[in-house]
């Protein structure tokens, strides 16, 4: 069955802090005509310069996706994405004065609801999908990471993580129609191991993090002191660990939400290939640096599959 493009009924924003760098700012997504595709403008800059949301504008994958264009970036586009892929929306500029993405709880849950209260529309030009023909696979080695991408009528994603600790070892996650998106993993948060909390903020980093926008896994014994000290620098009167061991910031949605947020980060890198793709994807041990590397990957042959 042929699909139309959609883009938004109207403009609508949405305000937050960014993990990172905690620059408070406003993302707007305004309606955009036919095969625009997704670009991000930023409207703090005086030339208010467009970066297309392009895998050949990846610059930098730690601790999120940054595109980059001419000197301008902007950092952690991929629960933005996954946001807009999972409802569908093909067209659209999004307008933002900082240069981060806001974080707000870890999770594309507030994305997916403005967009919502937005209105998405059908345009008149038919949605252009990238068919997978003959499978696709990126591998790592060293690391033990594989992602493969087969034909299939729809956009379907598996994916499996694999941390070798006590508190998270193995976990998959499955999701075969965009349509349960919404509900089974846009609410799914970001998630971080203790140690690497501190190592982040021994390194400046996470100024944005409050404890209400990760998930904190705990894989060591921790002394009171180390909690007090977690709780003094997020400003929270107390911090204790949870059965399960987790931080008490949060609850989980799902046992296995961690799995659930690597699936959405992995559709939001694969937005970056440039068009909607009907392929089924597995993913096994996925980050940002591997989701991209192989967006690269199957933008290649989909360039070659054109020429």
């Known amino acids: ?127 252009n999908y990238y068919v997978i023909k003959e499978p696709i696979t990126y591998r790592n080695e060293v690391l033990g990471i594989e992602l493969s991408i087969e034909p299939c009528d729809t956009f379907q994603v598996d994916v499996t993580v694999k941390y070798n600790t006590k508190v998270l070892d193995q976990q998959s996650a499955s999701l075969h129609d965009m349509k349960d998106f919404s509900t089974e993993i846009a609410p799914c948060r970001t998630f971080v191991f203790l140690h690497e909390l501190e190592t982040l903020l021994s390194r400046n980093l996470i100024k944005g993090g409050d404890l209400t926008n990760a998930i904190v896994f705990v894989n060591k014994n921790v002394s009171s002191e180390e909690l007090d000290h977690i709780a003094a620098f997020f400003k929270k009167p107390k911090v204790e660990v949870k059965e399960g061991g987790i931080l008490n910031n949060v609850d989980l949605y799902f046992d296995n939400e961690p799995a659930r947020h690597k699936l959405l980060d992995v559709i939001g890198d694969l937005c970056l290939v440039g068009k909607p793709i009907k392929g089924k994807v597995t993913a096994y041990k996925p980050g940002h640096f591997s989701n991209t590397s192989f967006a690269r990957k199957i933008k290649h042959t989909m360039l070659q599959e054109e020429q």
Do not use: W
């Open 1 to 127: 069955m042929e699909e139309k493009q959609c883009t938004l009924k109207r403009k609508v924003s949405v305000t937050g802090a960014g993990l990172h760098t905690r620059q408070c700012g406003t993302l707007t997504f305004n309606p955009a005509s036919v095969n625009t595709g997704i670009r991000f403008r930023r409207v703090d800059l005086e030339s208010q310069p467009i970066i297309e949301a392009d895998v050949d504008n990846v610059i930098d994958t730690t601790r999120g996706t940054t595109l980059g264009k001419g000197g301008v970036k902007i950092y952690t586009v991929e629960h933005v994405l996954a946001s807009l892929r999972g409802l569908g929306i093909d067209n659209v500029l999004i307008d933002i004065d900082v240069e981060e993405m806001p974080i707000m709880d870890g999770s594309a849950k507030e994305f997916v609801k403005v967009l919502k209260e937005a209105g998405i529309v059908e345009q008149k030009a038919l949605r």
